[in-house]
């Protein structure tokens, strides 16, 4: 199966900066990786996703970058706001499931100082 | 609107008491999953369900039981089995068809034994 991991557990940054998560995977074979924001006390929701066959794929202020080589992935935001603050997770597919599971790294959670 | 609900938001239980967390969703997803989530961590697979009157053990299904008597419905039972059922249960659903990646999730219950 795979195993998806985020790098840092906490990241601080300015308003106004730009913030970037990172997250590395296992599986070389995962065709796709989603990103997802869960604000305190709440579900995750989609932010963007990207296909393996993808180097890059942007969104509205954020951008994903993915590099098979080293097996990492990226989450950009753009000029951060206090509206940003949450945790992220990536997730990745679990091919051993067999039935398209998502299996979630621990999260980073992202800290926006005004 | 469609979507996912979960009830109730919060739920309080006794030990050694059954209790049962709700999952409804009128988006005519066949695919429905629950994760548990603890403090600091990722999402974790109890159960998930592929189609009606048919599911699966994830990684975590001691201690819990599910059914899948509609398709809109997902219920997750927490048995007396469960010795440490204190924590955030999200439930989710997957559109058909196995090129369609992304989970909706519902907004979660919080789980406290007291």
């Known amino acids: 199966g795979e195993s998806v991991g985020l790098h840092l557990p906490t990241l601080s940054v300015q308003e106004g900066d730009n913030s970037i998560i990172n997250c590395a995977y296992s599986n070389s074979a995962s065709d796709y990786f989603i990103w997802y924001k869960q604000e305190s006390g709440k579900g995750p929701q989609f932010i963007i996703d990207?296909?393996?066959?993808?180097d890059k794929r942007q969104g509205q202020r954020v951008t994903v970058l993915l590099n098979k080589t080293v097996k990492h992935l990226s989450l950009q935001i753009a000029a951060t706001q206090p509206g940003d603050s949450a945790v992220y997770f990536c997730a990745g597919p679990n091919s051993g499931a067999g039935s398209y599971q998502l299996t979630f790294g621990k999260g980073t959670k992202l800290s926006v100082i005004p | 609107d469609g979507g996912i609900t979960q009830s109730p938001k919060y739920l309080f239980r006794k030990e050694g008491q059954n209790v049962t967390l709700s999952c409804e969703q009128n988006l005519n997803h066949d695919a429905m999953y629950w994760y548990r989530q603890d403090p600091g961590q990722g999402l974790r697979l109890i159960y998930y369900s592929q189609i009606v009157n048919d599911f699966q053990k994830g990684d975590i299904a001691e201690g819990y039981s599910v059914s899948r008597e509609k398709k809109e419905s997902f219920p997750l039972t927490v048995t007396s089995a469960q010795k440490n059922p204190t924590a955030f249960y999200l439930c989710?659903?997957?559109?058909?068809?196995?090129?369609?990646?992304?989970?909706?999730f519902g907004q979660g219950t919080r789980l406290t034994v007291v």
């Open positions: 989710a659903s997957r559109p058909p068809g196995d090129r369609v990646i992304e989970a909706f």
């Open positions: 990207i296909r393996s066959n993808m």
